[in-house]
């Protein structure tokens, strides 16, 4: 049986009386773990939850973490060739003489995989545990 004009209009107007019925929500927010682990300097890991917008990259779950979490807080500097390198994690900053750096890895199932790309770039998955290292380099890195 065809819907009369009315009662599409009626349908139509029911629609966008349900609650987000054709509303425009938004991304979904993806929940993600960020750990900093400092064994150089002997400083006791942390642990936080943060999160993306769906798609979104690991920065924006940085940032956000950074304006709630008032014991989280990073630095970067922009890389004319490969974006966004993190500098320091809660005021430990990497040195060139001493050749360290915030290495950035995920872990699963206490397996660490080190990102391919820096944070402007990574794309997290839904839980994923995000690990920042404080590491040493070699010049064969
Ligand atoms: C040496 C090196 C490093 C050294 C740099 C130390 C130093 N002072 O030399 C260290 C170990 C610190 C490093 C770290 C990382 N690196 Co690196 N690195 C290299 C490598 C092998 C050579 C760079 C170089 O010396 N070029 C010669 C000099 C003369 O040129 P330059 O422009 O001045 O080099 C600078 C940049 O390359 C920068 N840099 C190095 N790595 C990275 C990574 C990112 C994301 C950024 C923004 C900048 C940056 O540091 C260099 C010295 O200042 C390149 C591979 C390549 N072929 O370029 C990868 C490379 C640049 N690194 C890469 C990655 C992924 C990382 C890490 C994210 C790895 C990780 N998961 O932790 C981290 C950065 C984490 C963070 N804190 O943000 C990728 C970048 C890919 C991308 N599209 O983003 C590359 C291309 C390797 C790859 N996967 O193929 N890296």
Redesign the pocket.
């Given at each position: 049986m065809a819907l009369r004009p009315a009662a599409l209009l009626s349908v139509g107007f029911l629609l966008l009386l349900t609650p987000g019925g054709l509303s425009h929500k938004g991304p979904a927010s993806v929940p993600i773990r960020v750990s900093v682990e400092n064994d150089l300097s002997n400083m006791t890991p942390e642990s936080y939850s943060s999160s993306v917008v769906e798609g979104g990259v690991l920065l924006g779950a940085l940032r956000r973490l950074q304006e709630t979490e008032t014991d989280f807080k990073f630095t970067m500097k922009e890389?004319p060739?490969?974006?966004?390198?993190?500098e320091s994690v809660n005021g430990v900053a990497?040195n060139?003489q001493e050749q360290t750096?915030?290495?950035?890895?995920s872990e699963s199932s206490r397996e660490y995989t080190?990102?391919?790309?820096?944070?402007g770039?990574y794309t997290p998955a839904a839980n994923e545990h995000i690990v920042f290292r404080f590491s040493t380099?070699t010049s064969e890195?």
């Open positions: 890389d060739n490969f974006g966004l390198f993190v990497g060139e750096y915030w290495e950035i890895l080190r990102l391919e790309v820096g944070v770039c380099w890195q």
